[in-house]
């Protein structure tokens, strides 16, 4: 889906909808009337807004290309978000060597050390639990 986060995530929410698998890949930084997108301060907002569209055991795959977040801190901050009980980390995807940025394509190191995601294009895997147990019919 194209258009802007908040729109579409209201209007899905409004429908009802639940999806077995979500992929959030926002821009970094993005803003409009409706809300604003911050990658390196407000992920985990966006992964809160997102959740409850997701069905009981479906997974959220969620992208932050922050090129100055560290990704021990994104880490961390994904970690808070499953302390509900409601996410659990299922798995950081690597992004592959031959992927634009990688190789005799580098001139310099990150801005921030992406350490323990292999990219500063860090790709976590979430399992959603929900408080209804509700799934996608």
Same mark, same amino acid.
């Given at each position: 889906?194209?258009?802007?986060?908040?729109?579409?995530?209201?209007?899905?929410?409004?429908?009802?909808?639940?999806?077995?698998?979500?992929?959030?890949?926002?821009?970094?930084? /993005?803003?409009?009337?409706?809300?604003?997108?911050?990658?390196?301060?407000?992920?985990?907002?966006?992964?809160? +807004?997102?959740?409850?569209?997701?069905?009981?055991?479906?997974?959220?795959? /969620?992208?932050?290309?922050?090129?100055?977040?560290?990704?021990?801190?994104?880490? +961390?901050?994904?970690?808070?978000?499953?302390?509900?009980?409601?996410?659990?980390?299922?798995?950081?995807?690597?992004?592959?060597?031959?992927?634009?940025?990688?190789?005799?394509?580098?001139?310099?190191?990150?801005?921030?050390?992406?350490?323990?995601?292999?990219?500063?294009?860090?790709?976590?895997?979430?399992?959603?639990?929900? +408080?209804?147990?509700? +799934?996608?019919?």
């Amino acid at each position: 889906m194209v258009g802007d986060f908040w729109k579409q995530i209201a209007r899905l929410k409004r429908e009802a909808q639940l999806f077995d698998c979500v992929f959030i890949d926002p821009p970094f930084f /993005a803003t409009s009337k409706n809300g604003t997108v911050d990658l390196e301060t407000q992920s985990h907002s966006l992964i809160n +807004k997102v959740r409850p569209l997701i069905s009981q055991d479906g997974y959220l795959v /969620a992208v932050n290309n922050a090129l100055y977040l560290a990704g021990s801190e994104y880490l +961390k901050r994904l970690e808070a978000l499953c302390e509900s009980g409601y996410l659990t980390i299922e798995a950081l995807i690597p992004v592959p060597e031959d992927i634009t940025g990688y190789l005799c394509t580098r001139r310099a190191s990150a801005p921030a050390d992406p350490a323990p995601f292999n990219h500063p294009t860090k790709i976590a895997i979430l399992r959603v639990q929900r +408080k209804d147990g509700r +799934k996608d019919q």
